[in-house]
């Protein structure tokens, strides 16, 4: 049920069809237990697997809930209200099956036999895209793949990789060995009891700590060409690129959105509650306050209206190419915006905001685990940057530019060089 705080409500659709009232509460009863014990909400998991959430974005035809971006943005958001934790973890998954779904309409390939088996067995996906040392880039890896007679062999680690020791499947991209040809980054689909693959459990941090991302450990591991489904560029973005990153974008913005009107509404019950004792007020009934709270609701609503729209548009058939910039953006100002908002609503309620007793203590933490999401604010900002300025722009770190003086060096244009065509914002 929506709560008065909820001033976004309106905003976003109904989808307690998709995901019930019960559900959401049984999800949000554990949530504490799970943040004090460092593990999964393993009781909220099976609600929702209950209602058959791991297909919810898989098409009706291959037994699926048929849900768009904008109906998954809108259960993020209400899981990430009950249990911000649980939320991301599981977005993971949104975004592994969401990228599949985007693929499989626009290659049309046996993709989807993986998508049927995932919506109709209830399978869990771990996404595995974060690495050591990669920057905060998505569209490239530190783990070399070696050609096989049958596929693929690859080792490596991927951390962190959130509910990797509860997921039965695992997404994760690739980089293909020189030795075998030109490069490319390849996704995959890997079982998690496959032979060579193992969990080291490293996960103990301040926030989003029943998220479960411990470390996947892949040693001497065998892919069939089979579980592959996208080849591409390193570094680059196509279309399947373009629209899983918005994907994963909003879905991510939108379990945070969640956890913003989570903090809302215990802001709302701290102020209301005990009063200050020389002004015979509560914080609630004082302007100053107010006016905190006004300036965070602002902010908050600013997001969630693009975040809705954004993934309405797509819903109706934009050119994820064209959006990703926008999708990114919102992301990248997400992450300045959602934690100094907490902040500040902690801040209002006073000293006892700050208990193990009260939500918001954990709400704060947890909020600050949006700066860390892939792609990262350093590569977000190169990127944004360079396409304003009209210079060829790229998803991962360049740095010292090889790749930008590479990309101009042919068209006898220096590269800080404003280009008059608006379509040049990457290599071809």
Known sequence: MTSPTDLAATIWP???HLLPDATV??????????????????????????????????PTQFGGGGAGLLACCAAQRRIGAADPALAIAVNMHLFSV?????????????????????????????????????????????????????????????SPCSLIAEADLVCLQVQSDPADGPEEVHVLLLPTKAEGVSVSQTW????????????????????????????GPIGEDDDVVAAGLIWFALTSVAVYLGLAQAALHATQTLTGRGR?????????????????VGDQAARLLTLEAACAGLAAQMDAGADPQLLL?????????????????VGALTEACGGVALSRRMPLER??????????????????RQYLGRLALRVPAFLDLDESAPRLRAATAGDGEHPGTTHADPDHRRTP
């Open 98 to 158: 969401g990228l599949m779904v985007e693929h499989w309409r626009r290659r049309s390939d046996v993709s989807w036999m993986l998508m049927e088996a995932i919506a109709t067995q209830g399978r869990l996906v771990a996404s595995a895209f974060a690495e050591p040392n990669l920057g905060g880039s998505v569209v490239r890896s530190t783990i070399r793949a070696r050609r096989t007679a049958k596929g693929w062999q690859l080792s490596g680690r991927k």
């Open 276 to 292: 200050i004792a020389h002004l015979d007020a509560t914080r609630a009934e004082l302007p100053s306050y107010q006016s905190v």
């Open 204 to 231: 103990d941090t301040m926030s989003m700590r029943g998220s479960g991302s411990d470390t996947l450990v892949l040693d001497d591991c065998h892919v069939p060409d089979d579980l592959v489904f996208y080849s």
């Open 25 to 58: 509460a049984l999800v949000g009863a554990a949530a504490e237990e799970a943040d004090r014990d460092g593990k999964p909400n393993a009781a909220g998991l099976d609600a929702l697997r209950a209602v058959r959430w791991p297909g919810l974005p898989v």
């Open 14 to 16: 109904d989808v307690t």
């Open 363 to 380: 709400l704060w933490r947890d909020a600050q685990a949006i700066r860390f999401h892939p792609p990262t604010g350093a590569a977000t």
């Open 325 to 341: 910039p926008a999708a990114l953006g919102l992301k990248h100002s997400a992450a300045e915006v959602v934690p100094a908002a």
